[in-house]
């Protein structure tokens, strides 16, 4: 079975390995998003694909959900004591590596996705992992600062790290994204998946971003085979981070609902909710979205494995259907 993940990062990340234990014997591609990569310190970073191959690659910090295990940070320190920053975005010492060798190869002329294959040799994901789009992409935020009340755009990673998401994102925008084109691969593989999944990932700025790229909504909707997701709203909240903070600038209610009708059925034939949102299984059907709950909590692997396997066997109800 060919299977099709649209990926942001911790949510991505979890509920993939999850998808592996559920079904080894799955081709997967993850289309990652690449919205959310910075430039630090004349390195490119990009933390979700990043998150995507150290989580499957056993190299994740696990407590943390993001960066690496037994991680150490002289060089950040030796940095902030040249006054050189950012200081906000928290690189260690080993992941450092990851982005030199990334930007070597990106200034050598090789397209992300190419590195990103090189970098995937080291860490054996068990998944072909492609970044949405070779070109770049990245995700800003409109706010308006507290202190001088002054409106800017910042970037998505000022946003989500150093404010914490703690004033209202006024809007979201994937700037470059219409003129991205999708990856090589990316459109060959939503054309030949037999099932293609959105996980429990960031609607706006996880898997928003990834469908924004020109053809990648369109190859999806029309690829003729069962699309399943799984809402990261449970009880009306965001499980982890501030989900809810980006879905309200795109005017969203933070519910399992609002977010499958958000994606809207012109794009998704399954969805499933958290059984502490079962009463909106109802609602998600009458948006003409086949829809179940069950528990949707990653709280360890067996778990995450126990969702994948509800999303493949709703793909193969709605299939039936
Ligand atoms: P990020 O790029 O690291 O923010 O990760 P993603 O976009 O892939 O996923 C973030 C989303 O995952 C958040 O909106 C969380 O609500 C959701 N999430 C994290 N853990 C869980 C979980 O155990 N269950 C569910 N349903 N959602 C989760
Ligand atoms: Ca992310």
Redesign the pocket.
């Known amino acids: 079975m060919r299977i099709v993940v649209l990926?942001?990062?911790?949510?991505?990340?979890?509920f993939l390995r999850g998808l592996q234990r559920a079904s080894p014997e799955a081709d997967i591609t993850v289309i990652g998003?690449t919205g959310?990569d910075i430039h630090l310190f004349g390195l490119k970073v990009c933390?979700?694909l990043d998150?995507v191959m150290y989580t499957l690659g056993g190299g994740i910090n696990e407590e943390q959900?993001?960066g690496r295990t037994d991680e150490t940070f002289h060089l950040k320190e030796e940095l902030a004591a040249y006054g050189a920053g950012p200081e906000w975005f928290g690189l260690g010492d080993r992941d450092f590596a990851t982005h030199i060798v990334r930007t070597q190869m990106l200034s050598a002329g090789y397209p992300l996705s190419a590195v990103t294959e090189a970098l995937c040799d080291r860490w054996k994901p068990g998944v072909r992992l492609i970044p949405m789009s070779d070109d770049r992409v990245e995700t800003h935020v409109a706010v308006t600062l507290p202190d001088s009340g002054e409106r800017r755009v910042i970037h998505f990673q000022e946003y989500w790290v150093r404010l914490r998401a703690s004033v209202a994102a006024e809007a979201v925008v994937p700037v470059g994204a219409e003129q991205a084109k999708p990856a090589p691969g990316v459109l060959e593989a939503i054309a030949e998946a037999d099932v293609i999944l959105f996980?429990?990932?960031?609607p706006v700025?996880?898997v928003g971003t990834i469908l924004a790229v020109p053809g990648i909504r369109e190859a999806i909707a029309d690829a003729g085979v069962p699309v399943v997701g799984?809402?990261?709203?449970?009880g009306d909240a965001?499980?982890?981070?501030m989900?809810d903070k980006v879905l309200a600038a795109v005017g969203v209610e933070s519910t399992a609902a609002a977010v499958a009708e958000h994606y809207g059925s012109g794009l998704l034939d399954g969805w499933l909710v958290?059984t502490v949102d079962a009463s909106a299984v109802e609602r998600v059907e009458a948006a003409g979205i086949r829809c179940r709950a069950v528990p949707?909590?990653?709280?360890d692997l067996d778990a995450a494995a126990r969702m994948a396997q509800e999303a493949l066997t709703l793909a193969e109800e709605v299939r039936g259907a």
């Open positions: 990926a942001g990062g911790i949510g991505g990340a979890r998003n959310d933390p979700d998150t959900g993001w996980p429990p990932s960031n700025v996880s799984l809402s990261p709203i449970v965001p499980v982890r981070g989900a958290d949707l909590m990653m709280s």
